[in-house]
């Protein structure tokens, strides 16, 4: 594992060597054609776990792109892993004879990196298309994928942030361990979970990229109550903040949260409401990714409350506090 680990840190040209600097999604392979199968469009399936969730026929690139292949062909095979019909859902290709694509209609393939290459080839009418064979776990499709988005900037920042809370909830990875696995530094996978904890609404304009609304608005916007963050965004859009404008937005909304809660909280919490005691509380926001309340009186019992906004936050809290408890 720790080989397969290794290689997956070197990204995509790990699987399919070639140029580095050349971004677009038609960069021919280098792979020997010894590797390399021809199979039908339909016997191949998206990555369930693949991190980027919006993907629209409409899209110009998408239909560029689509215009290449039907033009040149698809330069770039797909890498899939043969489908399993077991409970895993996964299977290594080795021993596998090319040929037996199809059982009954079913699907046979996975693929594991380039389903926007996959959705523009059948836009572009193919019923074949050259594919690399590998074997690959469900938490090695995950990284491979978001490895491939990340260096192709196919992501917007919410699924970004959903693919390392995916790999640190599910899989049990540290953040440094996403870090390196997509050769990031530790601070840019941390601020990129905070965005998690924005309101719905929030981050819906962050990933349908309404205009004006920028990641560096929606980071500014973290750590106030949703309803709050809601109301910011407006002002954002419509006044057209630059996101130094509402870096100060948001902080004149914090200190009037603070002021607000201080106005509401007992005598003695209010006198025990340090510096240290922030800190803590941000500390926890951070590692769990909700809202946290945190109050404590003089002799040091107090109350910590976390917060969810749906059934997925809740589930990631119980992962987080009980079953690894377990």
Known sequence: MAKQKSILGRGLNALIPGNP???AAQQPSRISDDNILQIPLDSIIPNPRQPRRAFHEDDPRLRELSVSIKQHGLLQPLVVTRLDSGPNGWLSATGSEPGAEQQNGVAQYQIIA???RWRASRLAGLTRVPVVLKEATPQEMLELALIENIQ??????????????????EYGMTQEAVARQVSKDRSTITNSLRLLQLAPKVREALINSLENFT????????????????????KIVTLKLNVRQTEELAARIKSAERADASQN???AQKQQRTPDLDDLETQFRTSLMVKVDLRRNRKGKGTLVLHFN???????????LVRQAD
């Open 114 to 116: 380039g389903e926007r």
């Open 265 to 267: 909280a007992p005598i």
């Open 310 to 320: 749906n059934e997925d936050e809740l589930e990631r809290l119980y992962t987080r």
């Open 215 to 234: 990641e560096g608005h929606a980071r500014a916007l973290v750590g106030i109550r949703e309803e709050d963050q809601v109301i910011a965004l407006g």
């Open 21 to 23: 600097e050349t971004p």
């Open 152 to 169: 192709r900037a196919d992501l917007n920042p919410i699924e970004e942030a959903l693919a390392y809370s995916a790999l640190i909830e």
